[in-house]
């Protein structure tokens, strides 16, 4: 009998070790992807806006657009980068702010949209946007791509 109690303990130790592992790895894992998100969307808070756009070209390129292409400064019209995916042509918006984004920055994509002769205006943005934002983004057909869809891209890509 003593020697099927040192069997069973041994399994029940070797058991106990295995969920201890595959615990820690769990967490491991899901915590340096988490940390991860975190210190990619804090190095983006930081950037310049001229930066941030660069960034975000790269990332549309990352996700599978074409003829990406970042517009002068001034005189944009309200758009800061042309990209093409799947056929659609988009206007995009950048816009990297430490608040909500509101409607003017739809309204600026929207006039830049027809401006570019493109299909889709879209503004994309390390924040979130105001209510009143939404609301006229639906109203005028523009996407909205916030901090939730930007980490989606970057984890996408």
């Known amino acids: ?3 099927e109690i040192q069997k069973v303990w041994q399994i029940a130790t070797a058991s106990a070790g295995i969920l201890i592992c595959v615990g820690f790895f769990l967490l491991f894992r899901f915590g340096i992807r988490r940390s991860g998100r975190g210190r990619r969307t ?3 808070d930081e950037m310049e806006g001229h930066d941030f756009e660069y960034f975000c070209a790269q990332l549309l390129e990352d996700c599978g657009f074409i003829d990406v292409e ?3 400064g ?5 758009v800061d980068i042309l990209a093409e995916k799947d056929g659609i042509t988009y206007a995009i918006q950048c816009k ?3 608040g909500p984004v509101g409607v003017e920055a739809i309204q600026q ?4 949209k ?3 002769d493109r299909m889709v205006g879209a503004v994309i943005t390390n924040q979130y946007f105001t209510a009143a934002a939404v609301e006229v983004a639906k109203k005028l057909k523009v996407l909205l791509w916030d901090r939730g869809y930007l980490d989606s891209m970057m984890e996408e890509r």
């Open 96 to 98: 990297r702010y430490t």
């Open 42 to 44: 804090g190095v983006i």
């Open 70 to 72: 970042v517009t002068r």
């Open 109 to 112: 994509v929207y006039a830049g």
């Open 1 to 3: 009998m003593g020697l």
């Open 114 to 116: 027809d401006f570019y």
């Open 74 to 78: 001034s005189g944009d019209y309200g």
